[in-house]
Every structure is written in C-alpha cells, then in structure tokens.
C-alpha cells in the first residue's frame, strides 16, 4: 500500500514512495497524528544521492517487518534535507551537541512538540561495529516512551531550552581588517597539506570557498603563498580521483588524503563553485590546465545536470550498475585493465592504464581503479573512453532544481563563457536566470526554494537561496550588460534586508514569517556552499558597490563583522566571508564600460574588465550615458572612443581608451586613493 509520499515533488521522497513504511512528509498532520495516538515521531532525513540513505532504506525501511514495528509504534516522518535545509539545520545542531558527531541519514526521535530527545545516523539492521541495530534502537526508544516517559520528556525539554536558548549570533563589532586576513592565511598555512595539496587530513572536501578567499588575497597583496596553495590544491583535485577525468566535473569528497578515491556523489553546487574556482585560477595566474578544468566542468553542468526547463538539476548518484549488472557505489566511474582492453584493444588499453593509474590490484573495490591523471592526457584515448562508458548504466540523477544552488551555477557559467569566449555557456546562464524568475519568485517577489519539472515547490527559499541567486545575477548583469539582472537583485536584497535581518546585523537562515520550529536557525560558518550569511554580504557589497545605495552597503559591513571573529579563529570555516572582506579592503572597484553598441574597442574594455583580478570588482557596460546601469550615468565617450571609467572608495581614475592601461589599473595592490 502506498503512503503518503506519492504526490510529492522530491526525488527523494519519491524513492521511499513505496516503502512499507507508512511516511509522511513533514507537516503539522504528522504532528497531530503523533499526538492523537500519543506515539513519537521518527524523522529521518536524507538526500537523493546519499548513499548510505540508500542503504539504510534497503536493509530497513523496505523490510515488512521493521516497518511494520515503525508503523505501530511510531509517526514515521521523511524529509528532503535539500528541500528543507531549515529542519535539516535544526535537527542536525542538536544531533551534533548530542553525539559530537553528525551525518546523514539523520535520525532522530521527538515527541509531538517536535521536541527531540534522542538521535543517531545510520543504524544497520544488525549490531555490528559496537553499533546497536535499527530494531534495537526502535525497542528501546519505544520502551522509554513507554516505562519512562517523564525522563523522556525531561531531556527533550531540556535539549530544546539549550537549542532555543543559545544566544543569537552577534554581528561583532567593527570589520575584518588586515590583521585577521593575515591570521586567517597563517591559520590556512598551518592547515595546508604541502604533499597533495587541500587542507587537513582525510576525508577531504574540495575547499572552494577558502580557494576564492586565497585567490582575491593574492590578487589583493601579492602575497605568493596564497596563490601556492590554491594552485597546489586545484593541481592536486584537478589530477585526482576526486575529478572525473573522462567527462568533467568533480564528485563530492575524497575518502582518503591524496585525493584518490571520491565518494563518487555530484552535486550541483560543488561543480558551480568549483567552475568558477578553476575559472578565476586562470585569471590569477593563466593555467592551461585551470582553463582546462573550467571549461570541462563547465560542459559536464550543461551537459549532464541542466535540465528541460533551462535549469539545472540538484545531483547525480554515487551508486549505478557496473557492467556485469551488479549495484554499487562508483560503477559507472571505475575501470579494471581488463574493461581498458576490452574498450580500446590491448596496446591502447595498457596505454590508457599507464596514463590513468589503472592497476591489476586496483585502487578502489574488487579490483577496480579510479581514473587519475598524474602526468599528459590522451585527448584522443580520452574521448574513446569516454564513449564506451557512456553505453554503461548512468546513475540516477535528482531532477529538482534548487535555486541557491542555480544561482551559484548562473554566475560560474556565466563568467566561464565569458572569460573563454564561449557564448554558449552565457545563453545557457540566462536560460537558468529566466527559469528563476519566472517559476521560483512568485508574488511578492519571494523566492521559492524548489522546482521541478518547471512547477515550484512549496518551501519558502532560504537566505542562501536569496543571497546566491542575487549573486548569481549581479555577475549575469556585468557579462551581458543587461542591467535588469541587477534590478532583480536588488528585489531579492531588500528582501534580504527585511525578512533575514535581525539587530546589530545579524543575519538568520529563515525569514521572520517561516514556519517556527525549535529554534530559529542561523549559521555564519560555510559548509559544503557559502553560508547564506556571509553569501548576502557579498551580493549586498556588489549591489551596493553598481548603485551606491548605502543602506545595502552599511547592511554588508554589518554582517562582515561576524568575519572579524570567525576569520582568525576557523578560516577553513569562514573562506567565503573573508573572500567578501577581501573585496571590501579593496573597495570593491566600480569599472564602467561605456561604448557604442557592437563596437570591437568596446568588447576588449569590456572583456579587460571582466577578468581583472581586483577582489570583487563589479562592471557595467552598455551606451555612454546609459541609463541600464546606474554606474554608466554621466560616463560619455572619450574623444569618440570606447572609454572605461573606473572609481574606488569615492575617488575615480581618469579614464582610459586602452585596454592595456585598464589591465595595469586594476592588477595588483591599489595606488593611494
């Protein structure tokens, strides 16, 4: 019999669909059903590509009689921690103070005020690893609710106070200056891996946005050591297991310290963040191989994630069907020499073995290797290889789009197109903007957190979501000159201002008209993307940097001071806020590019500008005089030529016909003014 997660839109509460286990989605009826039968309340939380979500579903959740005990004793309750990061966020911070440890599958027991009071990840369906099972854990928890219900109710109660009680987190008082950037980059060195590059030991997560913090210093000071490690630590991924060295794009972590075996997971929003890394790494230093890395990355999202409507999908699997038809985690990706031979031959197959790090022992399961590449490509070896694994199973992809994650993928898009003269990737940029805009903000102009199948969702976006589109479209806005992309950002801040916003700058993850769950979540640190905290700094700067609007300016500064503390202290933690700290020590620069349409000295301005290094610079270009920017009001043509014009901190340069000039202009540390 079906339950009730046939009609939900989320991929992944569409997988338990057809579970035994009689799930609901989350919402106020699963609460008043706990309540009414005076039963608790299971929630389990996961995603699409999870693996171990899969795998904890096959053992448990598709056994008759495990859910059978579910159903008696419990209100099964199943969210998307992707549609809803706010009951993800809340759950997850008491699991952590709980346990020291968190993960997904998250699972936790509340009672009927959503009140938890006792927690855990996966459980197998044996006791294995000093890990009770599932069942044990389901009996146990059933005969506390049972025998000793006042102590259940007491440590939800209290664990609820200490989550609800914890006090709000102050914006802090003043700005990150120089000496927290440099503590923060001495902090990034001691962390540094010197033999496979990234940061600390295993398991390792790309570290994009400590890359950009490190990218924007370097261009800001000169400081080498910077650009050392993020170069090193690009090399290092880019060569590795962790990149699919066959069709592009990077998988989730590396299990292991050099990179070697991925958790074979791709998310949409490491890809963006990543392309956009690889992208502005060749713009700091001009690397073949960081050109290389973006524009494949770049091809992977358009050409495995983007989907009907324009946008671009959430995720690929990690698990998929090997050749021989077995389920597993990686087949898709991973090749024994014997498949290289049966792909390419003999000579060429122990070619590609020798190229890609293939080994009879192999370096992940069953003797199977991952693609690495530790010397040259092949191009052509690649491209065969390439097609004879397209024949294989592909994994499962999770089709709904997310609108933070899409505006991430609008400006690395964009930018990549641009600084690679590929248009395509632009056209591709705006399609996903337009989809934004025209399913995902509805009346009011509030954004909703999902769609698929070009039909929202129905969770309110969060501040992340606000942040990273207005992000998203402010860098659409200064690749194609269409100033509306800055008008829509400017709706989506002041909404930011108004619903996200709470005293002395601080800034929360839902807006103060949300759904009210234990605690109001608010989270200054990145994850696996920006936090949505530090990722409204930033859009707030650029925005205010293109208008001139002080109260989006002072709103920036107020947020940043939460910088000045967690910078020096967790800069792997913090990359995204000290990037935008970068931007506001170095103005951000105002560079306006007025010409006449389809002028060529135009287009070079242009293009100059777009891939100067300055931290966080912000162009506008269009007619001299132009009203679809506000900063081309008064910038005429300079003696009939293409002109850029180009301001810091109130005090502008002369401007400049020359390309060459501009270049010099905006490259290094800023003279004076």
């Known amino acids: ?116 009071f006792y927690f855990g990840t996966y459980f197998p369906p044996e006791p294995r690893h000093g890990m009770a099972s599932f069942r044990q854990v389901l009996e146990g928890v059933t005969a506390a ?26 914006g802090g008082e003043g700005l990150p200056g120089e000496d927290e950037l440099s503590q923060a980059l001495l902090g990034l060195t001691r962390d540094y891996d010197e033999r496979y590059g990234g940061f600390a030991g295993a398991p390792k997560f790309p570290p994009s946005m400590v890359l950009e913090f490190l990218l924007r210093h370097y261009a800001r000071t000169g400081a ?3 650009l050392d490690m993020a170069a090193g630590t690009c090399e290092a991924m880019a060569r ?29 929003y490491d890809n963006a963040l990543l392309c956009r890394v690889y992208a502005h ?43 021989a038809g077995e389920h597993g985690e990686g087949a898709f990706y991973v090749w024994t020499p014997a498949q290289l031979t049966e ?33 040259e490509d092949d191009p052509a070896l690649r491209a065969r290889l390439f097609e004879a694994r397209e024949r294989r199973p592909r994994p499962e992809r999770d089709d709904k789009v997310v609108a933070a994650w899409n505006g991430l993928a609008i400006a690395a898009l964009a930018e990549t197109g641009a600084f690679f003269d590929r248009p395509d990737l632009v056209e591709r940029a705006t399609e996903a903007a337009d989809l934004l805009v025209r399913v995902h903000l509805g009346d009011g102009a509030r954004l909703t957190r999902t769609s698929k199948d070009g039909v929202a969702g129905h ?24 100033g509306v992309w800055l008008d829509f950002a400017g709706v989506l801040l002041d909404l930011v201002l108004d619903l996200f916003t709470g005293e002395n700058g601080t800034l929360f993850d839902t807006a103060h008209d949300a759904e009210r769950l234990i605690r109001r979540p608010q989270d200054p640190t990145d994850n696996a993307t920006p936090a949505g905290w530090t990722a409204a700094a930033g859009a707030l700067l650029s925005y205010a940097a293109h208008t001139g609007s002080e109260p989006h300016r002072a709103a920036a500064e107020r947020a940043l001071g939460v910088v000045k503390a ?108």
């Open 343 to 375: 792909a390419l031959g003999e000579a060429d197959g122990r070619r590609a073995a020798e190229i890609y790090g293939v080994t009879e022992e192999g370096t992940f399961e069953r003797g199977a290797s991952v693609l690495r590449l530790p010397g």
């Open 459 to 482: 969770n309110a976006g969060v501040l992340e979501d606000y942040a990273d589109v207005a992000e998203g479209f402010i860098a659409l806005a200064g690749v194609t000159g269409e």
């Open 224 to 226: 080498r050591g910077a």
């Open 240 to 268: 590795g297991g962790l990149y699919d060295q066959l069709g592009g794009g990077f998988a989730r972590y590396s299990v292991d310290r050099e990179w070697i075996v991925p958790h074979f997971e791709k998310m949409l």
């Open 566 to 673: 967690l910078g020096p202290r967790v800069p792997r933690f913090a990359g995204w806020g000290l990037a935008v700290a970068e931007a506001l020590l170095d103005g951000p620069r105002e560079i306006a590019v007025v010409g006449l349409e389809g002028d060529p000295a135009a287009r070079a301005l242009h293009r100059t500008a777009l891939i100067a290094t300055a931290p966080g610079a912000v162009v506008a270009s269009g007619e001299p005089d132009g009203d679809e920017f506000p900063l081309l009001k008064g910038r005429p043509l300079v003696n009939g030529e293409a002109a850029a014009y180009v301001c810091r901190g109130f005090t502008c340069r002369t401007p400049t016909t020359d390309p060459a000039e501009l270049a010099s202009e905006l490259a290094g540390a800023p003279e004076g003014g």
């Open 145 to 170: 609710w049972r025998d000793r219900r006042e102590e259940v109710g007491e440590v939800a109660a209290k664990i609820t106070r200490d989550l609800a009680g914890r006090a709000a987190v102050h």
């Open 281 to 323: 790494l060749w713009r700091a230093d001009g690397s073949p191989l960081a050109r290389r890395i973006a524009l494949e990355t770049a091809d992977f999202l358009v050409r495995e994630l983007r989907t009907a409507e324009g946008g671009f999908a959430s995720a690929l699997d990690a698990d998929s069907h090997d050749p």
């Open 1 to 116: 019999m079906p339950n009730r997660l046939g009609d939900e839109t989320s991929p992944y509460l569409l997988q338990h669909a057809d579970n035994p286990v009689d799930w609901w989605p989350w919402s106020p009826g699963a609460f008043e059903e706990a309540r009414r039968r005076d039963v608790p309340v299971l929630l389990s939380v996961g995603y699409s590509s999870c693996h171990w979500c899969h795998v904890m579903a096959h053992e448990s959740f598709e056994d008759e009689a495990t859910a059978a005990y579910l159903n008696e004793h419990f209100v099964p309750v199943k969210v998307d921690r992707e549609e809803r990061p706010d009951v993800d966020a809340v759950y997850m911070e008491a699991v952590q103070a709980a346990t020291g440890q968190g993960g997904w599958p998250m699972t936790v027991f509340l009672n009927a005020d959503g009140e938890p």
